[in-house]
Each structure stands twice: as C-alpha cells, then as structure tokens.
C-alpha cells in the first residue's frame, strides 16, 4: 500500500502570484540599450497592440528587465535573434519541480478538464491568483512522463509559451507602461531559428507565437479582474482537501481557497448580472466541478508509486 500523505500547505502562491510576468519574484538581468537597437514590443495593459521597436529614450539608457516564474536570465528579443526552439513535446526544466501552474482566464474551460484548479494568495487574501495542481506534495509534478508533458493532458500556456516570455522593463528605473517580447538567454544561437528576415518583418514561424504571448498577457488581465471579483464580492474561502482512493491512501492538502457557492445566493442582482457579464459565473463552476479531479490526481500518484 501507500502510506498517508498529508501535507501541510501546498506552497504554490509564489507559482501563482508570479503568473502576471509585471510582478516579478526579483530583477534578473542588467542590460544596455545601443543606439539603433529595436525590440518587439506589446503597448499597453492587455490591450494586445503590437508596436514594430521599441527605442530607448536616450543611448546607452539602462534597462532592468524582470523576469516571470520558472525563468533564469531573460534578454530581449531583437530582430535579428536567431532562437534554438524546444523540440516538440518538451518542457522547461522548472516543471519538473512545480507541483501547480498558473491558468489564465480563457483557460478554465478546457484545464478543468484535467486538473483541480484553485485560487491561492501569498499576501494573506489581500490578492488571488487562479492555478492548476499538478502534485499533492512539494516538487511533484504527476503529468510529467518520460522528460515530456502526458499525452491526451491540456498543456497549460504558461509551458507553451516558453522560452519566450512577456516582461515588464525598467527604464532608468522608471517602470515602462509597455511589456517587452524576452526570450531565455540560453535559448539564442546563431545557428537557430530567424524570427524575422532581413527586413525586419515576422517570419511564419514566429506569427503563431507572437499571437500565443499577446492573447496570454492579455487573458491574464482578465484573470486578474476575475480574482478581484470574487475579492470583492467575498466569494472565496480557504479549504482543506481531504481525499481518499480506492486503495486506501489519503491525503490532506491545504493552502487553498474555492469559491463558496452558498454566497452566491446571497449576492445582489447587479453582482450577479456583473459575473455573468464578465464571464466569471462560467468559470466559477468550471473551478468548482475540477476539484473532483483531487481524487483523480490522488489515483495518478498512487499508480505510479505502485508501477515503481
């Protein structure tokens, strides 16, 4: 048999909170801008409006770039970079010791499908942040197979979108308005995939991707006005779960919150109105009926420790 897991938190709000790639777990990198240098960037909060270059205010204009979760060092990606693309089916190195991911807006839909998600806080309900479990313990990822992501699973955006990413930069320590196109400094080689040709216009390899890191910042916005919501309407609760498969082993994982579903009877006609305007009444009852998937997530770990 398996023995009892029972964990005490599931340390996943550093994960979560660090889903939205402007508020950084610390600055990484200290670079320079050159004169002439252009950068691909997105304008504006969410709003997806892309903008050719990016042009430093001045020569040699200092540049603090801060990096999402999961990322080592991060450098801007300019025109002529030419980039190593993962092979397909891979996975960046940190989800191997990630045990919940975060999930953007347009996400529930689908992600409910295979993982509990749960909101969780690292400020003390002060703000929440919409997250997949992909383990009951620290470190433990249970879709992972053979160094790839388990077939037939959703892959959440947050791995695909890697080793490119969305940053917000400062200038001159001056925070920008407009997040900044990076790549994983690892990931450049002059030997690797243009981006753009020669004069500076996206290639069809690069078209899906840039499409992939707009729509994503953009969904994060609207996950960040979900978790306000729900804030604000005092929807959220934190809970333990307790779980138990069909072999006997049990588990008891906290550092959660859910949504109360009781409290939504109490609200007032305008908030209802409001969250089903906002879309929000959908995802809700996608978060509530994925948290079945606990038990699931249970069985996936008791049949690999047996198949060990």
């Known amino acids: ?3 009892e897991d029972r964990t005490p938190d599931l340390r996943i709000a550093n994960a979560a909170l660090s889903q939205l790639s402007y508020h950084p ?3 990484r990198i200290l670079a320079s801008f050159r ?3 252009n950068v691909r960037v997105v304008a504006g909060a969410g709003t997806g409006i892309s903008c050719p270059i990016l042009k430093p205010p001045r020569p040699g204009a200092r540049m603090q770039i801060n990096p999402p979760f999961g990322y080592k060092e991060i450098v801007p990606l300019y025109k002529n970079n030419k980039v190593t693309l993962p092979a397909p089916g891979s996975v960046p190195e940190f989800c191997n010791q990630l045990n919940a991911i975060p999930i953007s807006y347009t996400e529930f839909s689908i992600a409910c499908r295979d993982y509990p998600l749960v909101f969780t806080s690292g400020d003390e309900g002060e703000t929440y942040a919409p997250v997949a479990v992909l383990g009951l313990t620290n470190g433990e990822n249970l879709f992972l197979a053979d160094g790839a ?3 037939n699973v959703y892959v959440p955006a947050y791995v695909r979108r890697y080793p ?3 940053a917000r930069v400062n200038l001159d320590k001056v925070e920008q308005a407009d997040r900044l196109i990076c790549v994983e400094k690892a990931f450049l080689d002059d030997a690797g995939v243009a981006m753009f040709d020669a004069e500076g216009n996206p290639l069809p390899k690069w ?4 499409k992939l890191l707009q729509e994503y910042e953009a969904d994060l916005e609207r996950s960040r006005e979900m978790s306000g919501i729900l804030s604000d309407y005092a929807l959220l ?3 333990a779960m307790q779980a138990q498969t069909k072999a006997g082993a049990a588990m008891n994982l906290t550092g959660m919150y859910r949504v109360d579903e009781k409290k939504i009877g109490a609200l007032n006609a305008s908030q209802l109105k409001n969250l089903i305007k906002k879309g929000v009444m959908g995802r809700i009852y996608a978060h509530l009926i994925s948290l079945d998937n606990f038990v699931r ?3 996936r770990k008791v049949g690999r420790a047996a198949a060990a």
């Open 297 to 299: 997530l249970l069985d």
């Open 207 to 210: 078209q899906p991707i840039e």
């Open 35 to 37: 004169p002439g240098d």
């Open 1 to 3: 048999g398996v023995e």
């Open 25 to 27: 777990m610390e600055v």
């Open 164 to 166: 490119f990413c969305m």
């Open 237 to 239: 609760e934190p809970f």
């Open 149 to 151: 992501w388990e077939k």
